[in-house]
Every structure is written in C-alpha cells, then in structure tokens.
C-alpha cells in the first residue's frame, strides 16, 4: 500500500504543498484540504484519497482565481459566470456562487449600488443609459429600479442633464437647431429621459441654421 512519505509548502505560493508518495512527488494541493483530510506523513494513500483530493483541490483553484477576479472592484453574479465559464470551471459555478454569496463577497444589489453612483458621479449617465448597462450585465429589474429610485435622492437627473447642456453651450454665441440637434443626441446617448432633456434645453433659443444673425 501507497503511503505518504513527506509534506512541504511550496515555496511561492504558500498557501499550496507538495504531497510526496512512496518517495516521489505526486501532486500539489491547497493547504486546506491537509486539514480537511487531516493527511500526515506516514498515511496510506488511497485512490479514494487522490480522487477526492484532485476534485476539491480544483475547486479551491477556481475559487482562489475568484477572489482575485472579484479582488480588483465589485463584480455581479453574471461577471463571475463568464469568468468561470473562460476558465473552463463553469460545472462549478453554482457552489462557488453560493459560497461567494455566503462570505458576502457577491451581492448584486451592493453592485448596481456601486455601479450606478460611479456612472452618474463620474460619468454623468441618466437612468436609461443605467437601465440599458445593467440590464446587460443581467442584473435583476426590480434591484436595477430599486437603485435608481434610491439615487435620485441624491443626485437631481434634470440638473445633470441641464448641466451638461449648459457646459456644451456656453461658448456657442448663437445655438442653432443643428446645435440643437447635436446637444439632444448628446444627452440621450448619455441616457437621460426625454423630459429632462426638453427641461435642460428650455430656457435657450435657437435659430435657423441659415441664419446668420
């Protein structure tokens, strides 16, 4: 019978050891599973044991590269499928969702929360341009319309958008419609609701643009 002659940390990433059988390097395995399988030297070492230690060890490496994924900014359920489906770990993809979900490390709310206050914040995004970038990171409707109702407290989506209007038609001495035209697609690409954008060009005339006056 297969026994297990020796255990040592790698040496760069330390978190991992080296099981060694009969003398022999055999595999690489995450520390936690030394402790789940309580594995000393001098064990037997079973096929039952390499197969269980094989399958978990993945998944420990699948969610070691999660944390890291989901280390660098906030992430949705959706950005963690894709990444786990490119690292061919996607039959693994409900445990390591729920466990993610379980340590609080995943939570859409918290994320559309967090992406909602930087697009408008930093970028100036309305609520459809919101909408439409949620939506396709297959965030639910009722958390997508909960957090925008939850930022128009803070933030006034018709001031944004006059703003914006104001700051592209300052320097202009006579807006013209095609002026007009222009600032209109602006703010739409910019997803503000037709209402906020007539609000925001209200209180400006403009003129023909064959007009030279």
Not at 36 to 60: A, F, Q, S
Not at 183 to 209: K, N, P
Request: aromatic letters at 12%; a neutral charge; proline letters at 1%.
């Amino acid at each position: 019978m297969s026994k297990i002659t020796k255990i040592t940390q790698q040496k760069k990433l330390r978190e991992r050891f080296n099981l060694f059988i009969d003398g022999k390097f055999e595999l690489g395995v995450d520390g936690s599973l030394i402790v789940k399988y309580d594995i000393k030297v001098g064990d037997e070492y079973t096929d039952e044991l390499k197969l269980d230690l094989v399958n978990d060890d993945r998944v420990e490496m699948a969610y070691t590269g999660l944390l890291n994924f989901i280390g660098y900014r906030e992430r949705c359920e959706y950005e963690v499928k894709q990444w786990l489906y490119k690292k061919k770990y996607h039959d693994l993809s409900d445990e390591l969702i729920t466990r993610l979900k379980n340590q609080n490390y995943l939570n859409d709310e918290r994320f559309a929360q967090l992406f909602i206050r930087d697009r408008v914040k930093i970028k100036g995004f309305g609520p459809i341009r919101l909408r439409h970038e949620l939506n396709a990171k297959r965030i639910s409707k009722q958390i997508i319309e909960s957090e925008i109702e939850a930022i128009r407290e803070e933030y006034d989506f018709n001031q944004l958008a006059f703003d914006l209007a104001e700051r592209k038609l300052k320097h202009i001495e006579q807006p013209t419609y095609k002026d007009k035209k222009r600032l209109w697609s602006l703010l739409q690409r910019r997803g503000f609701e037709g209402s906020s954008i007539s609000s925001a060009l209200h209180g400006y005339s403009f003129v023909s643009d064959d007009d030279p006056s």
